[in-house]
């Protein structure tokens, strides 16, 4: 069992990271931000294995609150160390911001700075990261975060702001900063440059780029066309963005197709996974008699009774697939065979099939052909 002390433990990264510790069985954590008495502090630095410190100022009232929240902080901590006699792995979560000769930029060198000397005097182990934008859900919209408004003003329909879509922005991923802030305090080695540590992957994007993500996938509710989850920078923007989703919108309607045999919906199309649609079919009907050229599907019953017919178009004997939706039984429509899916049981039949490929008008690769 380890104990961690988190400062800045109630902002954007350290609710994050408090919450994938209190996970982990071998942590003993203890969270300390502004409100804290400050007696807990020193409380904590008296016993902590290890301190990740996140807690900083970026946006005060006052320009000395740049140092006093960025410097004066971080000097605090290694003072108390040292007053302790204690050596605990220190880990600094600073900017790149410390680039710039700002008031900011300014304090959050002076506080890597510190760190560095801190572990040059007691040997301690330390680890300084100059961060990128962070972005992921929990982030304050509005604030300093071009991904949370976006994301936040994108998902309620308000306007966003762009002064220059060209400019260029780097971006790590929540995650993946939790994940690598865990990894060198478990003794992983980290990925180094020069004296100071780097989350990876960083991802680039201009602005104007961003909020064009951003902007499909408020309207994919509409498109239904599933974002490209496979990269890995997508994957991420889209699970923020679904993270500042209003509470009184995490559901939506589909588009339903009605005739006397039931209803059909499209759930979702992409041209890397093809199209998904759930249907009800009313008892005693029966859809399909049709077949594909190339186009290839997959039946499933959720529930009720199904026989699926398939015949080869050149000829052969029918072949039966009774289905259930007391259990779940993947049925492939191969090309080259009609077939035909009736509802034989008293109640209404709700399947859900997969299509390989998003349905094209000028090339339907669909044929009428009785079973």
Not at 32 to 37: K, Y
Not at 89 to 101: C, E, N, T
Not at 163 to 180: F, G, Q, T, W
Not at 251 to 277: C, M, N, V
Request: hydrophobic share 40%; glycine share 6%; charged share 25%.
């Amino acid at each position: 069992m380890k104990t961690v002390l988190v400062t800045g433990a109630k902002g954007f990264l350290g609710k994050n990271l408090c919450v994938a510790f209190k996970r982990r069985s071998d942590v003993e954590l203890i969270e300390f931000d502004i409100d804290s008495p400050p007696e807990l502090l020193e409380e904590g630095l008296s016993k902590a294995d290890a301190i990740i410190h996140l807690a900083g100022v970026n946006r005060p009232e006052r320009v000395e609150e740049f140092t006093e929240g960025n410097f004066d902080l971080t000097r605090q901590i290694c003072d108390t160390l040292q007053r302790l006699d204690r050596r605990p792995f220190l880990l600094l979560s600073s900017s790149m911001q410390a680039l710039l000769d700002n008031p900011y930029g300014v304090s959050k060198r002076q506080a890597e700075e510190e760190v560095f000397a801190f572990g040059e005097k007691t040997g301690a182990r330390i680890a300084v990261f100059r961060l990128p934008g962070v972005f992921g859900k929990w982030c304050r919209p509005n604030y300093n975060s071009v991904v949370a408004t976006f994301c936040h003003n994108i998902a309620r329909d308000l306007p966003i702001k762009i002064s220059d879509p060209s400019n260029e922005i780097e971006l790590v991923y929540i995650d993946d900063v939790v994940r690598a802030f865990m990894d060198v305090l478990d003794g992983v080695p980290p990925i180094a440059e020069g004296k100071f540590c780097r989350v990876q992957p960083s991802h680039r994007i201009t602005l104007g780029a961003l909020a064009d993500q951003i902007h499909s996938f408020r309207e994919s509710r509409v498109s239904l066309a599933v974002p490209d989850v496979g990269d890995p920078f997508v994957h991420a923007l889209y699970a923020t963005y679904i993270s500042y989703l209003p509470s009184d919108a995490f559901a939506y309607a589909l588009t339903q197709r009605t005739d006397p045999r039931g209803e059909l919906a499209e759930l979702l199309k992409s041209p890397h996974i093809g199209q998904i649609f759930v249907s009800r079919t009313r008892p005693g009907i029966t859809r399909g008699h049709h077949y594909h050229d190339t186009k290839v599907e997959k039946f499933v019953v959720l529930e009720g009774d199904a026989v699926i017919r398939f015949r080869h178009i050149l000829g052969g004997d029918v072949i039966e697939y009774p289905v259930s939706g007391r259990e779940f039984r993947v049925v492939d429509i191969p090309p080259g065979y009609t077939y035909s899916i009736e509802n034989v049981g008293p109640n209404d039949l709700i399947v859900l099939f997969w299509a390989d490929e998003i349905f094209n008008p000028e090339i339907p690769d669909t044929f009428s052909l009785p079973v």
